[in-house]
């Protein structure tokens, strides 16, 4: 095989980005095969039509049914709202074809974790779009971390924050649908959880408080209808090798576009890396003299992961359209045994998921709860 046919369910902001970054993967980084826009289904034939020939894919459908059971289909790309991401991908499981599908991957940790086993038992390679994992910066992030440089993690302070949801005037969408999982703490808090998890492990205990603050948002046909799913949320947070922190996820911070940021202090040290500025990696180590103490800004080079691949010079800036052309590139890779796996797979999507679920159920409860709890209740 030459070349790894694409199937793409979906041609909306992700949708977009994924057909962007298959287009680019192979003149970006060096892969075994080629990715082909095969084939795009939306939710009916003219505008599967109209995106098919903006994205450049070579034939397009009204029916994702199709796409999945198509024999010129060797991996099935779903970015389709949350709601039917399980549906979707069950059927991709039972064709036994690889499956690329954006978080979060289901509306609750057991649905999440059922996929899992159903694609293990099936033999099909499953992956799950946290593209920002492979921003170079966050991969050199983990890199200090491991090393031991920064010393022991002592503490964790996460954030994603956007505010597309601010106002109150804002029509109800797919997102609210309580149908398709929690709000913020899921569609964004989802992010900043995977990073805690990349660069510092998994979360063990957390206590956590989620709240709406819009109650209530007009509907297109010209009724309102009630918020029943979070705006934003907190956490403190417990990790399984002692480090402690916050976590926060918000759709209603004023003035925040893309604010996904993490300070992690060591006993050596500090990083901090901002996604609104993710060129730039920021870094304090200990032992300096007092004329030099400070913290010192990294920016991307080509001396870091996959960046030389865009761009030949340092500190010329790679962006979110990149991050996620290095992660289908990294999706082919492992599908041809060029690298082990390092975009994460519906495992791995399954206990951020339960990490979210373990903050809906101690905002509920009111004390800690045990995430490994969550998980094993669901089905883990």
């Known amino acids: 095989m030459n070349r790894l046919n694409i199937g793409l369910i979906g041609s909306g902001f992700m949708g977009r980005s994924h057909a962007l970054a298959w287009r680019a993967s192979g003149s970006t980084s060096p892969l075994d095969v080629t990715p082909h826009l ?17 994205f450049g894919f070579a034939r397009s459908t009204g029916d994702w049914e199709a796409l999945v059971a198509d024999p010129a289909v060797d991996l099935v790309d779903v970015t389709t709202p949350n709601i ?3 549906p979707m991908c069950r059927a991709v499981i039972a064709a036994g074809k690889p499956l690329y599908c954006e978080k979060p991957l289901a509306p609750d ?30 991969e050199l992030a983990r890199e200090i971390v491991q090393s031991g440089e920064i010393g022991e993690v002592w503490n964790f302070r996460g954030i994603h924050a956007e505010d597309y949801m601010t106002d109150p005037k ?12 929690a709000g913020a703490v899921a569609d964004l808090g989802s992010h900043i959880i995977s990073l805690a998890r990349y660069v510092v492990g998994p979360i063990e205990r957390l206590c956590a408080d989620v709240d709406t603050v819009v109650a209530e948002r007009p509907t297109r046909e010209g009724g309102r209808r009630p918020v029943e799913v979070d705006d934003q949320a907190r956490a403190l947070v417990r990790f399984a090798n002692g480090a402690k922190g916050t976590i926060e996820a918000s759709w209603v911070a004023t003035g925040r576009k893309m604010y996904l940021a993490f300070e992690l202090v060591g006993s050596k040290g500090s990083i901090c890396l901002n996604m609104e500025r993710m060129n730039e990696l920021k870094l304090y180590v200990t032992g300096r003299s007092p ?4 913290w010192i800004e990294i ?9 030389a691949g865009f761009i030949p010079a340092p500190g010329h800036q790679l962006g ?4 996620k052309t290095i992660e289908v590139a ?9 690298a082990g796996q390092r975009v994460p797979d519906f495992r791995e999507a399954a206990e951020i998921q339960a990490t979210v679920d373990a903050i809906l159920l101690s905002a509920k409860s009111g004390g800690w709860v045990s995430v490994d709890g969550v998980a094993k209740d669901a089905g883990r």
């Not at 004329?291 to 400070?294: C, K, N, Q, S």
């Not at 990294?330 to 060029?338: F, K, N, P």
């Open 38 to 54: 095969e084939l795009l289904a939306d939710v009916d034939a003219a505008t599967a039509g109209k995106a098919a020939a903006g």
């Open 84 to 86: 039917l991401h399980a």
């Open 109 to 138: 940790a057991r649905t999440a974790f059922a996929l899992a086993r159903e694609a293990e038992a099936a033999g099909v390679p499953t992956f799950v779009g946290f593209n920002y994992l492979r921003n170079p910066l966050t």
């Open 170 to 181: 804002s029509l109800w969408t797919w997102r609210l649908d309580p149908k398709g999982g």
């Open 291 to 294: 004329v030099t103490d400070g």
């Open 299 to 307: 920016p991307s080079t080509p001396a870091h992961k996959d960046y």
């Open 320 to 323: 979110f359209n990149d991050i």
């Open 330 to 338: 990294e999706i082919v890779r492992t599908l041809t045994g060029a």
